[in-house]
């Protein structure tokens, strides 16, 4: 008969030689990244707090419907145009290339793999990322400008959809990679087809993170001036809500015609169109977000 091991309990729970060390190297691991994110909190802080600061100044009601000065000497009355124009046109663009980028996303990930028609995909994906915005609004002035000899919004929509779409093909396939294929098997296993388990199954699980990447397209694109300058036309002082008829304004442009000013009336209305651009990418943001949370407690309801 063995005699039985004795095992010193204190030995489990003391800290092993070393541990010191390792809490020490912990320690200044999380003061970097703490030091790091108040870094990189600082601008955003100072950013968003001087244009808020200097937008609310003139920011109302009728600063959002009232329509362009014709002299921008004048202050006020409002920026409703390139309101209207910036929900146009990147609504517009937005539907043009998040439906595509998710379904290339899911090409790339789910169907075409490691395929050479996939990898050329995704590497052409990749190089739109880097692509100028001003090379972009460049392409769709030759392309369909001067072939259709109007300068509109659907031009406009174009030129800021082309910059989305890579980015949406790209977050999609990464976030479609992250499922856990336990979950297809699982799927398939209970017999369904390949087609189903992607609708009920993966594209549920990587919602959130597809949204995500939607919405930093859209930020994106709410935000280009470039390529605007060669295809929505010139300032216009009324609103105009056709998409392929008359040429048209957005809020970026607008902050890139008063910033340059030297009147204080059109630097305060390109504060106020500033503020105005950042909020209604903000409330995008939490509509989106607010949708991505009912759908998913419905699934897991």
């Excluded at 145009?81 to 998710?102: C, H, K, R």
């Amino acid at each position: 008969m063995t005699a039985p091991v004795v095992t010193d309990r204190r030995s489990l729970v003391a800290p092993r030689p070393g541990s010191r060390g390792r809490r020490a190297r912990n320690a200044v691991a999380t003061a970097l990244i703490a030091f790091a994110f108040l870094l990189a909190l600082v601008p955003l802080v100072f950013i968003v707090g001087y244009v808020v600061q200097r937008g609310s100044e003139i920011l109302s009601w009728s600063f959002l419907t009232q329509p362009l000065p014709f002299s921008e000497r004048i202050p006020g009355p409002g920026m409703g145009p390139a309101v209207a124009g910036t929900l146009l046109i990147t609504g517009s663009a937005a539907l043009m290339a998040i439906p595509l980028g998710i379904l290339g996303g899911i090409y790339l990930n789910e169907y075409g793999a490691k395929s050479p028609l996939a990898r050329v995909v995704r590497f052409l994906s990749e190089v739109m990322t880097g692509v100028p915005s001003i090379v972009m609004g460049l392409f769709i002035y030759t392309f369909v400008v001067l072939n259709t000899h109007e300068k509109n919004a659907f031009a406009g929509a174009l030129a800021l959809a082309c910059l989305m779409l890579p980015i949406v093909i790209r977050t999609t396939d990464q976030m479609l990679a992250l499922v856990p294929s336990e979950l297809r098997e699982g799927s398939y296993a209970l017999g369904s087809r390949r087609a189903r388990t992607i609708r009920s199954v993966v594209l549920p699980s990587a919602a959130p993170g597809i949204v995500s990447g939607a919405l930093l397209a859209v930020a994106r694109a709410a935000g280009e001036t470039a390529p605007l300058l060669f295809t929505i036309g010139l300032v216009e002082d009324h609103t105009n809500w056709s998409l392929f008829n008359g040429t048209n304004t957005a809020l970026s442009t607008q902050i890139f015609a008063n910033a340059r000013s030297l009147f204080p009336s059109a630097q305060d209305r390109a504060w106020g169109a500033a503020l105005t651009l950042i909020l209604i990418v903000f409330v995008f943001t939490i509509l989106a977000r607010l949708v991505t949370a009912f759908f998913g407690r419905r699934q897991t309801a």
